[in-house]
C-alpha cells in the first residue's frame, strides 16, 4: 500500500549524518513527542552511550524529515531503509505513529539496556562507558562513546544526565573539554566498567 510521503523524526547521529535519507524533501525542527536520555550501549560504539526513549529523561529537539514515497514504494519499503540507516537489528525498532498533523511519522525506539545490563544509571558510569568505547575503538575512529556526546550536546541534545555525565568525562579524564577529553581517554585506567562490551 501507497502512503505517499511519509515522515521521519531523527534525533541522535543521523541528524547531522543523514546517510541513505540525505535527498529528503524537506527537513524541519521537531520536538519529541516522547523523553530521552543516554540509556542505552551501542554495539557499533563499543558499549558507547546513545540517547534512547526514556521514560525518566526530557524532550529534546530533533528533526522531521520528509520522504517521497514513489508509485514503486510503500511504506514498509521505508520502514525497511530507515532500519538499515538506523543499524536496527530489526525492523521492530522502528516505530510507526501519527503526530499531530502528520498521519505517518517513523521513529527509532532502541530499547535501553544499560539499566539491564549494568545497574543504576548514573553520570559516572556512563562516563566509564564512553571512555571504554574510546579504549576499544581504533584511534582514527569517529565513533567512540565521547564523539557522540559532544555531537549531542552540539546539537542541543540535553537530558537530565547531561550536564554530570561531561562533568564525569572530563573528571576522570583531567580535561576540561571533551575533544581534549576523548584524545585522552586512551590514558585513563578504568575498573568496573566492562558491562555492555
Known amino acids: 500500500m501507497n502512503h505517499g510521503n511519509v515522515r ?9 549524518e543523514p546517510r541513505q535519507f540525505k535527498d529528503h524533501i524537506s527537513r524541519e525542527s521537531f520536538q519529541s513527542w ?3 536520555e543516554y ?7 563499543m558499549g558507547g552511550p546513545t540517547v534512547v526513549p526514556y521514560d525518566e529523561g526530557w524532550p529534546v529537539e530533533g528533526e522531521l524529515w520528509e520522504l517521497d514515497l ?14 538499515k540507516v538506523e543499524r536496527a537489528p530489526s525492523t ?11 498521519p505517518v511519522v517513523l521513529y527509532a525506539a532502541f530499547p535501553a539496556n544499560i539499566p539491564e545490563e549494568c545497574g543504576r544509571l548514573t553520570p559516572q558510569l556512563l562516563a566509564r562507558l564512553a571512555i ?3 579504549q576499544l575503538l581504533d584511534a582514527d575512529s569517529d565513533k567512540n562513546g565521547i564523539r ?3 555531537k549531542a550536546k552540539a546539537r542541543g541534545i540535553l537530558t ?6 561531561v562533568e564525569a568525562v572530563l573528571a576522570l579524564t583531567g580535561t576540561e573539554d571533551l575533544q581534549d577529553a576523548e584524545r585522552e581517554a586512551r590514558h585513563v585506567r578504568l575498573e568496573g566498567s566492562g558491562c555492555c562490551t
Not at 521521519?8 to 547531522?16: A, M
Not at 514513489?70 to 532500519?83: G, M, Q, Y
Not at 537530565?160 to 555525565?165: I, N, R
Open 70 to 83: 514513489s508509485a514503486s514504494s510503500d511504506l514498509d519499503a521505508a520502514t525497511r531503509l530507515f532500519a
Open 132 to 134: 571504554r568505547s574510546v
Open 8 to 16: 521521519v523524526f531523527v534525533y541522535g547521529s543521523l541528524v547531522s
Open 160 to 165: 537530565p544526565l547531561t550536564d554530570l555525565y
Open 39 to 45: 540509556a542505552r550501549c551501542s554495539s557499533s560504539r
Open 148 to 150: 557522540y556526546l559532544r
Open 34 to 36: 516522547f523523553n530521552v
Open 92 to 102: 521492530r525498532n522502528i516505530v510507526q505513529g501519527c503526530v499531530g498533523d502528520y
